[in-house]
C-alpha cells in the first residue's frame, strides 16, 4: 500500500514537472517570437526616424526664422511636407493583447514600454496637428497654422534623437536576449 502510494506521487511529480517543462520551453518560444517581431518593428521606426529628422530640424530652424522675421519682411514659408512620422506598433500591440511581455526580462519590457511610450506622444502631436490643420485650414488661417507647426517641430526634434539611441539600444538588448 505504501509502495503504492509513493509510486502514484512519484508519477504525479514527474507528470507535473514534465508538464512545466513544457510549459517553459513554449513561453520560451513565444518570447522569442516576440523578440524577433520587436527587432523588426523597432528596426523599421528607426530608419524611417533618421530619413526625417535632419528634415524636421532644417524645417523647424526655418519656420522659427521665419516667425522672427518681422512681418513686412517675412518671404515665403520654406516647407516641402509635414512628413509626420508613422510608427509601426503591430509588435507591441500583439504582446499586450496575448501577455508575451511576461516572458520577457523585466528590464527589456520597461525599455520597450518607455520607447513605445514616446512613440505614442509623437503619434499624439501628429493627430493634433492634423487636427488643427482640418478645423483651421492653412490657406485661411496661414500665420497661426505656422506658428502650430513650428511648435510642432519643437516637440518632434526634441523627441526624435532620444528615439534613435533608445532604438539602438533595444536592438542590442534584443539581439542578446535572443542569442541566451
Known amino acids: 500500500m505504501v509502495l503504492q502510494v509513493v509510486l502514484i506521487a512519484v508519477g504525479v511529480f514527474l507528470g507535473l514537472a514534465g508538464e512545466e517543462w513544457r510549459e517553459d520551453r513554449e513561453n520560451q518560444r513565444l518570447a522569442a517570437d516576440t523578440l524577433r517581431r520587436f527587432h523588426t518593428e523597432i528596426r523599421t521606426n528607426r530608419e524611417m526616424i533618421l530619413e526625417n529628422m535632419d528634415y524636421h530640424a532644417k524645417t523647424h ?22 512628413r509626420v512620422p508613422r510608427f509601426e506598433s503591430n509588435a507591441w500591440d500583439l504582446a499586450l493583447a496575448t501577455g508575451s511581455l511576461a516572458y520577457l526580462d523585466a528590464e527589456l519590457a520597461f525599455s520597450l514600454s518607455r520607447t513605445y511610450a514616446l512613440q505614442t506622444i509623437t503619434n499624439q502631436l501628429g493627430a493634433s496637428l492634423a487636427q488643427r490643420m482640418y478645423a483651421q485650414p492653412p490657406k485661411v488661417e496661414r500665420e ?25 539600444a533595444l536592438m542590442v538588448a534584443i539581439d542578446e536576449a535572443l542569442a541566451k
Open 61 to 82: 530652424a526655418e519656420l522659427e526664422a521665419y516667425l522672427a522675421a518681422p512681418e513686412g519682411e517675412r518671404g515665403s514659408v520654406p516647407f516641402d511636407g509635414i
Open 144 to 168: 497661426a497654422f505656422v506658428g502650430v507647426l513650428e511648435l510642432y517641430y519643437d516637440d518632434l526634434t526634441d523627441i526624435e534623437p532620444l528615439l534613435v539611441p533608445a532604438y539602438d
